[in-house]
């Protein structure tokens, strides 16, 4: 059955429609306002979102945009009050499917729910997005001119056609779910759903459930069974971001999907065949996973079929100027603006080290062009020093915002370890990051302890 997210700040209102929706056969969560609706549904795997239009904070467009920013197949319903009917036909001309007018009898809204849940579904078999997904995201699309991106772009031509197994890595921000897209884009598949899921942003408990489903009563919750995310994806790419942060009890799941074309949902026996193309991608080297013995060695040899090795944007400076205009060229559209660029920029920008690689840069941007009130953008604007390297800039006492910023984590680091006795789940615990995040930060900057 489908999994809804029911977004209202009045808790009546909420827990009677989860009420109705769970009588119905629908699994349900519930979002005390905007900003929670906006934050569970950009991130969960719902089939369908209902949210009230007018609440405190982040109203209902703002969960709109958010849920189709992430998930453009989730169906949204607005509930609207009498008098607002102008702001849900903004709505659906945003993408909401439909809008529903308060006070509404309980059959109302099933059926409204039932329209939207079919449409959904159908969605998900017939991509409704193929032409447009193709269109956007075709390898002509990925910018720049240096020599590694032409190699990217060779590789994908080559690449995409067939059904072959991707890994991509790189640092984060490099553009490796776009690559990603472009391949998917390119494919004899491309008509079919890609897929995506954030691996770190799912918890492991929720991770098998979310991707591979469940059967009615198999967990706390499981009010009725689910199809999972690999399902979704039958026919088409499922892609795996973040794969390095899958648990080795689900690795050893994965694999056996990926070797034998089927999965089983939670809690049942019967295998279900599928025919996804799967592409991982990863900002760790997961050969010194493999050696730790955090990544399976056998799943990583069946991911590593095809590479892609993702330079970072430090390494290809050629092409900040004509990412910076390609940037400035969106930003100029969406906020109907006529920024330009003044004397220096593109020299500040070229210089610059960009640790957030290219989704750093479109952040600067983004950030100039607001605040270059559609004038001229400074250097100002940018937010950052003038040079040669981000490194070099001076801060206070002649060292580098580099070295100021390992000195404090170094510090806090073995500050928790020593509060935590040497246990790096406390520390990680105490720091409030994962366990890998410490571990690669303790190798980072050379942390043993007890100190040597």
């Given amino acids: 059955m489908a999994k809804i997210l029911v977004v209202d700040d009045q808790r009546n209102m909420r827990t009677t429609l989860a009420m109705m929706l769970r009588s119905a056969g629908y699994e349900v969560d519930e979002a005390s306002d905007g900003k929670e609706g906006a934050d569970r549904g950009s991130k969960g795997a719902y089939d369908l979102v209902l949210t009230d239009l007018r609440m405190g904070g982040n109203d209902g467009i703002g969960v709109l945009r958010a849920v189709k920013e992430t998930h453009a197949m989730t169906e949204v319903i607005v509930m609207t009050a009498y008098g607002t009917i102008e702001s849900a036909v903004e709505a659906m001309r945003l993408g909401a499917f439909d809008y529903i007018q308060k006070p509404f009898t309980e059959q109302e809204l099933l059926v409204k729910v039932e329209r939207a849940i079919a449409n959904r579904r159908l969605t998900g078999q017939v991509s409704l997005f193929a032409t447009e997904f193709r269109e956007r995201y075709k390898f002509e699309n990925i910018i720049g001119r240096s020599h590694a991106i032409r190699e990217v772009l060779a590789r994908i031509v080559r690449v995409a056609p067939t059904d072959a197994t991707v890994l991509i890595t790189g640092e984060s921000g490099t553009g490796k779910e776009l690559v990603a897209k472009a391949i998917h884009a390119n494919s004899k598949r491309a008509d079919r759903p890609f897929v995506p899921v954030n691996c770190a942003a799912i918890s492991e408990t929720l991770l098998e459930s979310e991707l591979f489903g469940h059967a009615r009563g198999s967990f706390t919750g499981a ?110 559209r969406k906020m109907s603006t006529k920024a330009r660029v003044g004397d220096g920029v593109l020299e500040a920008v070229s210089g610059y080290e960009f640790p957030g690689n290219i989704r750093e840069l479109e952040n600067l941007v983004e950030q100039a062009v607001a605040l270059s009130g559609g004038g001229m953008i400074t250097i100002d604007d940018l937010g950052l020093t003038p040079g040669p390297s981000q490194k070099t800039a001076p801060t206070s006492g002649g060292r580098a915002l580099s070295d100021v910023v390992d000195s404090a984590e170094r510090q806090a680091i073995e ?38």
């Avoid at 009890?249 to 056996?256: D, N, V």
């Avoid at 010194?288 to 399976?296: I, K, P, Y």
């Fill in 223 to 332: 009010v009725s069974a689910r199809k999972g995310l690999f399902e979704e994806a039958d026919g088409g790419t499922f892609f795996f971001d973040e794969i390095a942060e899958t648990p080795l009890t689900f690795q050893a799941k994965l694999l056996r999907a990926i070797q034998e074309n089927e999965i089983r949902r939670v809690g049942e026996n019967k295998p279900i065949r599928v025919d996804v193309r799967i592409i991982a991608a990863t900002n760790q080297d997961l050969m010194t996973s493999v050696a730790e013995r955090r990544f399976r060695q056998d799943l990583y040899y069946r991911l590593n079929v095809a590479r892609f090795i993702l330079p970072p944007l430090r390494e290809r400076r050629e092409d900040i100027p004509v990412l910076f205009e390609f940037f400035l060229d969106k930003y100029n």
């Fill in 415 to 452: 500050s928790a370890l020593r509060e935590c006795d040497g246990s790096r789940e406390r520390a990680a615990e105490v720091l409030g990051i994962s366990a890998t995040t410490l571990w690669r930060k303790m190798t980072r900057l050379a942390i043993t302890y007890p100190p040597v």
